[in-house]
C-alpha cells in the first residue's frame, strides 16, 4: 500500500533567506505549543545549520529530545529534513520520513513554503521484526495519533 | 465535519493498548480471529470484542472468505490517520505563517 504524501503551502510576507532563517532558526517560537514530543513544554527547538545537523526540542531544564536530523540545507531556497519519530512518537535513529521545505520568491517580494511530508508508508516498517513483510501501513504512527486522542 | 467525527473515533478505538496491538496485528496482515488471538493473552472472544470496537470506528473492515471471516484495515481509516497529520502540518504551518509576517511588519520602517 502506497500512502500520497502530503503536501502544503503558505505564502509569507517575508523574503525567501527570511522565510527560511525563521522557520529553521527559530521554529520553538512559532512552533505551536503542546504539539511537540518531549516530556515537558519546549523552550527551544533547534535545527542545526548544516546537513547531517540534529533536529530535536530542549525543555526549560536542559532535556532534549531528538526530532531527527538535516538531510540537506541550502539555504534560502530548500531544507530537506529527517523526520525520524516513529511509532511510539519516539525517536529511532534507524527510522526516517522526508519532510521537504522549498522556499520561492512569490509576487510582491514574499515567499510561498512548499512543504511535502513524504515516505509516509515508512511508518509501517520501523520497530518491529513482525512487521517486516508489511507492504505499508499506519501502525507506527498510532503513538502520536493515540497521544493526541488522550489529549 | 464527517472526517473530524471519523478520526474522533479511530483516537477513541485506538486509545487502548490492547486494541492497538490487535489493530497493529491486522495492519501487518489481513487474518481471521483466531490468527489475531494466537499469543495474545486475551481470550479470543475478548479479541473478538475488541474487533468489533475496530470496526465501529472505521479502522477494520471484514470479508466473508469460505466459512472464514477475514479482518483487514480498512482503507477509509488510514485516510483519517493521514489526514490527522495533514492537520498537525497544517496548523504548524498557519502557526509559522502568523509568526513570520508578524516579524516582517516590525521589520518595516514606518
Known sequence: MSILPIVQTVQVKAAPARAFELFAGRMGEWWPRGKTVGQNPHVEIVIEPRADGRWFERDADGNETQWGKVLAWEPPSRLLLGWQLNTQWRYDADFVTEVELSFAPADGGGTLVTLEHRNLERFGTDAAERRKSLDGGWPTMLGAFTRYARE | ?110
Open chain 2, 1 to 110: 465535519m464527517a472526517y473530524e467525527s471519523t478520526a474522533r473515533a479511530s483516537f477513541a478505538a485506538l486509545g487502548d493498548p490492547t486494541r492497538r496491538g490487535i489493530f497493529e496485528r491486522v495492519a501487518a496482515r489481513p487474518a481471521p480471529v483466531g490468527e489475531l488471538a494466537r499469543g495474545l493473552p486475551v481470550s479470543r472472544p475478548a479479541v473478538s470484542q475488541h474487533l468489533r470496537v475496530l470496526k465501529e470506528a472505521g479502522l477494520v473492515t471484514e470479508t466473508l472468505e469460505g466459512t472464514r471471516r477475514i479482518y483487514r484495515i480498512d482503507p477509509r481509516g488510514i485516510t483519517a490517520m493521514r489526514d490527522w497529520l495533514d492537520a498537525q502540518w497544517a496548523s504548524a504551518l498557519a502557526a509559522f505563517k502568523d509568526f513570520a509576517d508578524q516579524d516582517t511588519e516590525q521589520e518595516k520602517p514606518e
